[in-house]
């Protein structure tokens, strides 16, 4: 690898770009220090009770949520999410929209012995497909930005679906980067270490009554859920703020901090907007080298909040992203399986446009000393 020094005044001020965990802001961690007399006490007494409640509505107010939606949390982050709806929200039968490593992981997670074999519509990675209602679903599954590629897919209901069919939004690099309308789904989950620049290990959803009814419905019925699966026992909590077991303190307290600074740029519109404007600014650059190029070649499916950028064979990107990582720009690899010659730049909301214009900076640098 060339020995290369990018000079500091073409550095960002932060260079966490990763896709998650992500920049934590400093002020985060001042909240941590100004709460630290939750940290280290009971989740079951009214300070942790009320911290969860705090999230909540906070969830509840940025996401718009209609009348008789629920914010339900649970251990595990978005990977036991996926197991969760296959045991408690699934009926007979899931249809998937799989465009890359995680949509694909939860059509993995739909693949057991008590549901029929998921409808999958399968895309290369870079592209996408569409999901169009099949007579049997019960549950439609797709990830609003799908953190692997760097494509993302809007939250819409599919037309002609059954009105009982839930649509469920894997929405873990999505959520609070990219605005929708919340009608337009049953469950939108996420864990908070991207977006929220919290850390992992939660599960956030955000579900409708229907949703709601389909968890009561499966725990109703013969099924074997194990309790840690159970989605009627993570609302049951969710309700009393609480959770089946223990939750991480900071983690809670990380992305209410995250929640509150966002409300106070102008919410989930204005972050859709910086987080637009600042992979704008990637995707323009890539447009204007010959040698790199946005890897989503269709502008209207390409991500604002995870921006993928192949560069020309004749570069060899594991030596960019090593002199970025030894120069303090961290994360920028692409996706491991993906095994791309690319670049990955996560633009989640906490990332300032000024640190991605240093970025380019950086990487302008490091291209033309290669
Ligand atoms: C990061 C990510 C996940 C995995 O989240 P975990 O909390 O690590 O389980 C799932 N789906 C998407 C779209 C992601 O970006």
Request: aromatic share 8%; glycine share 8%; proline share 6%.
């Amino acid at each position: 690898m060339p020995d290369i020094t990018i000079p500091a005044d073409l550095l960002p001020s932060d260079g966490r770009f990763g896709s998650g965990p992500s920049k934590i802001r400093s002020s985060q961690l001042e909240h941590l220090i100004a709460n630290q007399a939750i940290l280290g006490t009971s989740h079951r007494q009214a300070p942790v009770k009320d911290l969860v409640a705090r999230v909540q509505r906070h969830l509840h107010e940025l996401f718009g949520l209609p009348e008789g939606y629920e914010v339900v949390l649970g251990n595990g982050g978005s990977t036991a999410f996926w197991d969760v709806a296959a045991a408690s929200l699934a009926r007979n039968r899931s249809a998937h929209l799989s465009f890359g490593e995680f949509g694909q992981k939860c059509v993995a997670a739909h693949t057991t012995p008590w549901l029929r074999q998921p409808h999958v519509v399968l895309s290369a990675p870079g592209t996408r497909g569409t999901l169009e209602a099949i007579a049997d679903a019960d549950v439609y599954a797709w990830p609003h930005n799908e953190t692997s590629t760097g494509v993302s897919a809007p939250v819409v209901r599919v037309p002609g679906a059954a009105p009982d069919a839930l649509m469920v939004v894997d929405a873990t690099s999505a959520a609070g980067g990219i605005d929708f309308d919340a009608r337009e789904m049953d469950v939108y989950y996420f864990a908070p270490q991207k977006n929220f620049a919290s850390d992992g290990g939660l599960w956030w959803a955000l579900m409708s009554p229907a949703a709601i009814a389909r968890a009561e419905e499966i725990a109703a019925t013969d099924r074997y859920i194990p309790e840690f699966l159970s989605l009627k026992t993570a609302i049951d909590n969710s309700r009393l703020h609480q959770t089946l077991n223990t939750p991480a303190l900071a983690t809670l307290l990380l992305m209410e901090s995250q929640l509150e600074w966002m409300m106070s740029r102008g919410g989930l519109g204005a972050a859709a907007e910086h987080t637009a404007q600042s992979s704008g600014l990637l995707y323009s650059w890539a447009e204007s080298r010959s040698d790199v190029t946005p890897f989503v070649t269709n502008p209207e499916h390409r991500s604002p909040v995870v921006a993928t950028l192949d560069l020309d064979d004749s570069i060899d990107a594991t030596a960019v992203t090593s002199i970025l990582r030894a120069n303090g720009i961290l994360d920028t690899e692409p996706y491991r399986k993906l095994g791309r010659n690319q670049v990955r730049v996560a633009t989640f909301v906490g990332v300032d446009h000024a640190d991605v214009e240093k970025l380019i900076a950086s990487l302008d640098y490091v291209l033309e000393r290669l």
